[in-house]
């Protein structure tokens, strides 16, 4: 499963966004996040996605969503 799967996954599985209009740039952005950092923590998050406004769920849910995309990847399981 990629990326973008497991994070629209976190992200939908979980109500993390209501319309959905930020979700692209949420993913994009935490993607090339967690390229360059495997394990972020809530403010490097928050840094991350700060240049992509969410104008309904909250950036607490988006940043949990993130995280738990993190966990999801094989790879950075174990890295914790």
Same mark, same amino acid.
């Given at each position: 499963?990629?990326?973008? #799967?497991?994070?629209?996954?976190? +992200?939908? +599985?979980?109500?993390?966004?209501?319309?959905?209009?930020?979700? /692209?740039?949420? @993913?994009?952005?935490?993607? #090339?996040?967690?390229?360059?950092? /495997?394990?972020?923590?809530?403010?490097? +998050?928050?840094?991350? @996605?700060?240049?992509?406004?969410?104008?309904? #769920?909250?950036? @607490?849910? @988006? +940043?949990?969503?993130?995280?738990?995309?993190?966990?999801?990847?094989?790879? =950075? =399981?174990?890295?914790?």
């Amino acid at each position: 499963m990629d990326f973008q #799967a497991r994070m629209s996954g976190a +992200v939908f +599985v979980s109500d993390r966004c209501y319309c959905n209009l930020c979700t /692209p740039g949420m @993913i994009l952005w935490g993607r #090339a996040l967690l390229i360059r950092s /495997p394990n972020p923590t809530d403010e490097e +998050v928050r840094e991350a @996605i700060s240049g992509n406004e969410c104008r309904c #769920a909250g950036y @607490i849910k @988006i +940043v949990e969503a993130i995280k738990a995309a993190a966990m999801m990847e094989p790879e =950075r =399981r174990n890295t914790r």
